[in-house]
């Protein structure tokens, strides 16, 4: 008689299956690397959009909001300041997108085959580092442009890369689990994203809003204190302050909420995709 394996849903935290994870890395590379591979075959400029993207949104930020609407940067060149804001966020908005659509997408072999479920809102964050990677390159051009030397501060970016990586696996876990069950929340993200693109410091340093009680509820947006880090580390911008430990924080309940939705939900992916 042949052996056979039952796997059962682990209670608590074990259901994570962390060191599963460990077992199966080989599987989240190739999803990461599919996922690149995907997203430039057969395109005209192949890479190349991974720089057009954020370096036309630059230019117009810098005509209407710089230029024209003279909104401050900080004492920072218009275009780097937003060059630095658009790169964190760019990186926040690919992989959020993809850790969204991760269950749908992946459908196929989710009923096929057994593996950590949580491989699949993990490898979109892998695979958009390398639109990250390349887009860090023109900004570190800028700041060659611009004569902008980088702080000792600069060793804390992958801190804050980290800090953009865990915002976006926190609600890609919720909107994953909840796209699984009800199609319609795939136009939820979008919207989403509209919305905290706007409500994020992007175009507008956050010194703006000077009220504490107004900034400390601005620091609900996990991005805000992401990208505001990000300047001050790279650019020996403004001090991201108590704003960066409310959107940590808010991070953190997410991110905890969130692996226990998707842990929860994922026993019924197989029957609902």
């Known amino acids: 008689m042949a052996d056979v394996t039952v796997i059962r849903p682990r209670k608590g935290w074990a259901g994570l299956g962390l060191g599963e994870l460990w077992e199966f890395r080989e599987l989240l590379w190739v999803l990461a690397a599919r996922e690149v591979k995907v997203r430039y075959k057969q395109t005209f400029l192949g890479a190349t959009w991974a720089v057009i993207q954020p370096i036309?949104?630059?230019?117009?930020?810098?005509?209407?909001?710089?230029k024209l609407a003279g909104l401050p940067s900080d004492g920072l060149p218009y275009p780097v300041f937003a060059f630095a804001a658009l790169l964190p966020w760019g990186y926040f908005s690919?992989?959020?997108?993809?850790?969204?659509?991760?269950?749908?997408?992946?459908?196929?072999?989710?009923?096929?085959?057994y593996f950590p479920r949580l491989i699949l809102p993990l490898a979109p964050l892998l695979s958009a580092l390398v639109d990250f990677g390349i887009s860090f390159l023109v900004l570190a051009g800028l700041m060659v442009y611009y004569g902008i030397v980088p702080s000792a501060a600069a060793a804390l970016l992958p801190l804050f890369v980290l800090?953009?990586?865990?915002?976006?696996?926190?609600?890609?876990?919720?909107?994953?689990?909840?796209?699984?069950?009800?199609?319609?929340?795939?136009?939820?993200?979008?919207?989403?994203?509209?919305?905290?693109?706007?409500?994020s410091p992007i175009a507008y340093p956050s010194s703006m809003i000077r009220?504490?009680?107004?900034?400390?509820?601005?620091?609900?947006?996990?991005?805000?204190?992401?990208?505001?880090?990000f300047r001050w580390a790279l650019l020996r911008g403004a001090p991201p302050g108590p704003m960066l430990w409310v959107s940590t924080a808010m991070m953190l309940a997410l991110l905890v909420s969130g692996l226990a939705f998707y842990r929860?939900?994922?026993?019924?992916?197989?029957?609902v995709v």
Do not use: C, Q
Request: hydrophobic content about 60%; aromatic content about 14%; glycine content about 8%.
């Open 56 to 66: 036309t949104v630059m230019i117009i930020f810098t005509i209407f909001f710089g």
């Open 211 to 229: 009220h504490p009680v107004w900034k400390a509820l601005y620091g609900l947006n996990p991005m805000a204190g992401v990208i505001e880090g």
């Open 163 to 199: 800090l953009a990586m865990l915002s976006a696996l926190a609600l890609g876990l919720w909107l994953a689990a909840l796209n699984a069950h009800y199609r319609d929340f795939r136009y939820v993200v979008p919207f989403l994203l509209n919305v905290a693109f706007f409500a």
């Open 264 to 271: 929860r939900m994922e026993r019924t992916f197989v029957d």
């Open 94 to 113: 690919h992989a959020m997108a993809g850790a969204s659509g991760s269950v749908i997408e992946h459908r196929g072999i989710i009923s096929k085959v």
